[in-house]
């Protein structure tokens, strides 16, 4: 499978943007897909994951009422919608897959990552 991730950019606090993570290669849909994030000097960090079905979905306390995560499976596509962003989601965001089941939290359990996109959020 590989992925692209698309949407990053400069946004002012207070504001919003959508991240776009379109797969390929392989049987995209049957995967369970998250978006992880690093900044500059931290580890990476899960921030939201969502089933193969697209039934359920799962955030980081710290993106909670904030950011939401989708799919369209007709377009291999998942999303992470980001509003009320604020400078500390200042961070690279990459998408990544992982076997059906519950959603996991752990970076190691993922098997494909995108290249990663930056977004940075200015005060």
């Known amino acids: 499978v590989q992925l692209v991730e698309s949407g990053g950019g400069l946004v002012q606090a207070g504001g919003s943007s959508r991240l776009s993570c379109v797969g390929s290669?392989?049987?995209?849909?049957?995967?369970?897909m998250a978006w992880f994030r690093q900044a500059p000097g931290k580890e990476r960090e899960f921030v939201a994951g969502?089933?193969?079905?697209?039934?359920?979905?799962e955030y980081a306390d710290s993106v909670k009422g904030r950011f939401t995560i989708s799919r369209d499976k007709a377009k291999n596509t998942i999303y992470l919608q980001m509003n009320s962003l604020k400078p500390e989601d200042t961070a690279v965001y990459y998408c990544?897959?992982?076997?059906?089941?519950?959603?996991?939290?752990?970076?190691?359990?993922?098997?494909?990552w995108g290249q990663g996109t930056q977004v940075t959020v200015s005060s």
């Open positions: 290669g392989g049987a995209f849909i049957l995967y369970n």
């Open positions: 969502i089933l193969w079905s697209g039934e359920r979905a």
């Open positions: 990544a897959t992982d076997r059906p089941g519950k959603i996991i939290t752990a970076e190691d359990d993922y098997d494909a």
